[in-house]
C-alpha cells in the first residue's frame, strides 16, 4: 500500500541543473540532510530567483518564506535565506545571499509580493536593510523599538520593559527590573546529587547533629558528620548557665524553710 503524504521529488540531478541555470552568479551549493542550499551572489539574487521560478525543470513557483540568520564572528554576518518550492515538481531549495549591517539586499517584492512582509520581518528582527522595498518599517516589534531582538548580541531581557501605570493611566516604558530572584539560577540536579538536602528530605535522611546542619548533602552521606557532642559543645544551651534557671543557693535556702513550715489542719500547705 502507497503511503497517503505526497512523494518528494528526489535531489538527484539538481546540483547540475541548478549550477547550469545559475551561471556564474553561484557562490557554493550542498547537498546536505536531503536539502539543497545554493548561496548566490547579493546583486544577482532577484535574476537567480527569477531563473529558478521560469526555467523549465526547476519552476520553483512559490516563495514560502524569508528567514534571517546572525553570525556575529563574520565580516557579512548576516544569512537571508528564501525557502523556495515547486508546486509542479514537488520540491523545494534554499537561496542564501550574505550582508552586514549597512549593505541592502535586492528586493525581491517585484518578483513575489508577498516578499514585502517577509522582509519587512527580517529588517525589524535582524536589521538587514532591502533596496526596492516599498515600506520597509518594522512589524512585529512595537512603535519606538530600539534594536533588533534576534541579533546574537541583543540582551535576552532588551533594554525596556512596557507595563500599564494605574498613575498615569496609560502604558508606560521604563528600564527593565529584573527581582533578584529572577536572576539567580540553580542549576544543580538533585537527581545527580545537589550540594544541598531540599526541604523535606531532611525527615528521610535525618539532620546531622547540631541541625540545621551546615554539613552539605554529600558529607552527611559519606559519614563524615563529626562525633555526637563535639557540635553540639560549640553552642552552650540557653539554660547552662544559674541566671537562666533560677537555680543556686537562693533557691535552695527558700526550698529549706517551705519544708520546715507546719502543716495547716484542713488546709493545704501553701493555704
Request: hydrophobic fraction near 35%.
Amino acid at each position: 500500500m502507497a503511503s497517503p503524504a505526497p512523494v518528494m521529488a528526489s535531489n538527484e540531478g539538481m546540483i547540475d541543473a541548478v549550477n547550469s541555470a545559475l551561471g556564474a552568479s553561484v557562490v557554493a551549493i550542498v547537498d546536505a540532510v536531503g536539502e539543497i542550499s545554493v548561496t548566490v551572489e547579493r546583486e544577482a539574487l532577484a535574476e537567480a530567483l527569477l531563473k529558478l521560478r521560469d526555467t523549465p525543470g526547476l519552476e520553483y513557483q512559490q516563495l514560502m518564506e524569508i528567514a534571517g540568520v546572525d553570525y556575529p564572528e563574520r565580516p557579512e554576518r548576516f544569512e537571508v535565506c528564501y525557502h523556495l518550492l515547486s508546486l509542479t515538481r514537488n520540491h523545494r531549495i534554499r537561496v542564501k545571499v550574505t550582508t552586514d549591517e549597512e549593505t541592502p539586499v535586492p528586493s525581491v517584492t517585484d518578483i513575489w509580493p508577498v516578499a514585502g512582509w517577509l522582509e519587512r520581518e527580517v529588517f525589524d528582527l535582524y536589521g538587514v536593510l532591502f533596496a526596492g522595498n516599498p515600506d520597509l518599517r518594522r512589524i512585529l516589534t512595537d512603535y519606538g523599538f530600539r534594536g533588533h531582538p534576534f541579533r546574537k548580541d541583543f540582551p535576552l531581557t532588551g533594554y525596556v520593559e512596557m507595563r500599564y501605570s494605574e498613575e498615569h493611566k496609560r502604558v508606560i516604558y521604563e528600564p527593565v527590573k529584573l527581582a533578584q530572584d529572577f536572576r539567580t539560577f540553580d542549576f544543580m540536579s538533585p537527581w545527580e546529587g545537589a550540594e544541598y538536602i531540599l526541604p523535606g528530605d531532611e525527615k528521610a535522611q535525618g539532620e546531622a547533629p547540631g541541625a540545621p546542619t551546615p554539613l552539605k548533602a554529600d558529607e552527611i552521606k559519606g559519614g563524615n558528620a563529626p562525633p555526637k557532642g563535639e557540635e553540639a559543645a560549640a553552642t552552650p544551651k540557653t539554660t547552662e548557665d544559674t541566671d537562666d534557671t533560677g537555680a543556686g543557693e537562693k533557691a535552695n535556702k527558700k526550698a529549706a524553710e517551705k519544708s520546715d513550715e507546719p502543716d495547716v489542719p484542713g488546709g493545704d500547705k501553701d493555704g
